[in-house]
């Protein structure tokens, strides 16, 4: 059974940091392609990022290209999303999901695999 626990939520201010983390069992992590994705009530689902299975291959929504940063421990079968510099916009539910592939990832994909995500709240 696969599972994906996301942490590491929270509220901060604007300029601040959070490290999210995304704890997988049941499955092979360099197996996987990993990607975070963020919603808000009532919105569209995007992609924040994503992380190839065997590669350092990554790719980032514009939005969070040069403040967030993907990576993974496959020892710990963690991959965590460092957030920098946090905007009001990037508040969301952070959620962290999974496809059983070895190609390089994109933030297109169905992702087969989800957490139940993490809160993000960016506020003065």
């Known amino acids: 059974q696969l599972r994906l626990v996301e942490s590491g939520g929270g509220l901060v201010r604007p300029g601040g940091s959070l490290r999210l983390s995304c704890l997988t069992s049941?499955?092979?992590?360099?197996?996987?392609?990993i990607a975070w994705f963020r919603q808000v009530p009532g919105g569209p689902r995007e992609g924040v990022s994503c992380?190839?299975?065997?590669?350092?291959?990554?790719r980032y929504a514009d939005s969070v290209k040069g403040r967030f940063t993907i990576s993974r421990d496959n020892a710990k079968n963690t991959v965590y999303l460092q957030m920098n510099s946090l905007k009001p916009e990037d508040t969301a539910i952070y959620y962290c999901?999974?496809?059983?592939?070895?190609?390089?990832?994109?933030?297109?994909?169905?992702?087969?695999?989800w957490g139940q995500g993490t809160q993000v709240t960016v506020s003065p």
């Open positions: 992380l190839t299975a065997r590669t350092p291959d990554t």
């Open positions: 049941g499955m092979p992590l360099d197996q996987h392609a």
């Open positions: 999901a999974a496809l059983h592939t070895q190609a390089v990832c994109a933030l297109t994909w169905s992702y087969g695999f």
